[in-house]
């Protein structure tokens, strides 16, 4: 069964601050895994995509890296600032076929001054 | 480019009666658009797959003939609650899915709405 686990639930953090979100994944064949910023009462907003053949992509100070051996990924945001407060959601999709992603739970992140 | 649109953003409506939920690509064609549940602190649940001009494909547990889907457009796709009872309260986003190949996969959210059901 594909399943995506992402940790930790919840993450609080002081402005300025780095932190580093995981998520772990089960989704085979892997075709691409998927970050998403979800606002409260908002639709996910997606910050990086990557294949198989990528180790890491970044937008602006979000850094994602794919370890497709170990089958995990990891959310690297740096300089947090309050508007990151968000929900952060891992989602992967299997190739060949079925196009309907798997989704992580999401991790709860809360950037306070 | 890949905007996605759905209205209204809010609705409360009284228990019994119907909501129309609409979800728009305003500047791509979707030949398939899906629609998600999300309950407060929880990730979203697919319900149903929609294609133009054919059937909705509804996930297990998800009643088809309270949550109806109608795909009539490449860029419209709406959804509509029939007989809301205060359970069906919930947060509902769609997206749509552009491309195809590789790129098939890639979708694209709608901002959600907001369903109160008294």
């Known amino acids: 069964k594909n399943q995506v686990e992402q940790s930790p639930q919840s993450l609080i953090i002081l402005e300025g601050k780095n932190c580093t979100l995981q998520?772990?994944?089960?989704?085979?064949?892997?075709?691409?895994l998927r970050w998403y910023k979800q606002d409260t009462g908002r639709g996910p907003v997606s910050l990086t995509i990557?294949?198989?053949?990528?180790n890491t992509k970044s937008n602006g100070r979000y850094t994602a890296t794919l370890d497709a051996d170990t089958k995990q990924s990891s959310l690297h945001i740096t300089a947090s600032q309050l508007s990151d407060s968000a929900s952060y959601i891992c989602v992967v999709s299997a190739s060949g076929g079925s196009y309907i992603p798997t989704f992580g739970r999401g991790t709860s992140l809360i950037v306070h001054p | 480019g890949a905007v996605v649109s759905q209205h209204p953003s809010r609705v409360i409506c009284k228990s019994g009666t119907s909501v129309k939920i609409e979800c728009r690509s305003l500047d791509f064609q979707a030949t398939t658009m899906f629609w998600y549940r999300q309950f407060p602190k929880q990730s979203l649940m697919l319900m149903a797959t929609?294609?133009?001009?054919?059937?909705?494909?509804?996930e297990q547990g998800v009643e088809k003939d309270k949550f109806l889907i109608n795909h009539a457009s490449l860029t419209l796709s709406t959804l509509t609650v029939t007989s809301a009872h205060p359970e069906d309260s919930s947060f509902y986003i769609c997206?749509?899915?552009?491309?195809?190949?590789?790129?098939?996969?890639?979708?694209?959210f709608g901002p959600g709405t907001r369903l109160t059901v008294l």
């Open positions: 990557m294949t198989f053949s990528e």
């Open positions: 997206s749509a899915a552009r491309g195809s190949g590789s790129s098939y996969n890639e979708q694209f």
């Open positions: 998520c772990n994944y089960t989704v085979s064949p892997f075709s691409n």
């Open positions: 929609s294609n133009e001009g054919s059937k909705a494909t509804y």
